[in-house]
């Protein structure tokens, strides 16, 4: 599981329009889905957060396309509706964590999402897992 929060959320809908929050997650959503396998799934969570299911990979599996992905957020330039500037310099802070025999749903979330909080702490625009980043 992967949460992932746009970075500095507040501060995009300053820049851009309080409206164009909509607009805003659907460029981070299809930015993260374009980059992903078949097979995995992505859901908007809360505000300024999505969650990731990855089924069938291990950390290393899930961790090495986060990396990549957080690069193309980075670098891209999109265009935003009922904004008329594109938007570039998406960063987001990744939490993973892999559920291990034992492990309920709910420690497996509260450990990404532990991961993803440290994240934003350490800097911003970072994918943690435990033990990595």
Excluded: W
């Excluded at 851009?16 to 097979?39: I, K």
């Excluded at 990731?52 to 396309?65: Q, S, T, V």
């Excluded at 008329?84 to 025999?101: F, I, K, N």
């Amino acid at each position: 599981m992967v949460f992932a929060g746009l970075d500095r959320f507040r501060g995009l809908m300053d820049a851009y329009s309080p409206t164009s929050g909509d607009a805003v997650h659907g460029v981070f959503a299809s930015l993260f889905t374009a980059n992903l396998g078949e097979g995995d799934m992505v859901a908007r969570y809360a505000r300024d957060q999505f969650a990731f299911i990855l089924p069938e990979r291990d950390l290393m599996a899930a961790y090495n396309p986060l990396i990549k992905i957080k690069y193309v957020c980075n670098l891209s330039v999109q265009s935003v509706a009922s904004v008329d500037r594109p938007l570039r310099g998406l960063t987001a802070s990744c939490g993973l964590a892999c559920g291990e025999p034992g492990m309920t749903a709910s420690a497996v979330t509260e450990q990404a999402d532990a991961c993803m909080r440290g994240g934003r702490k350490s800097g911003r625009n970072f994918v943690k897992a435990r033990g990595i980043g």
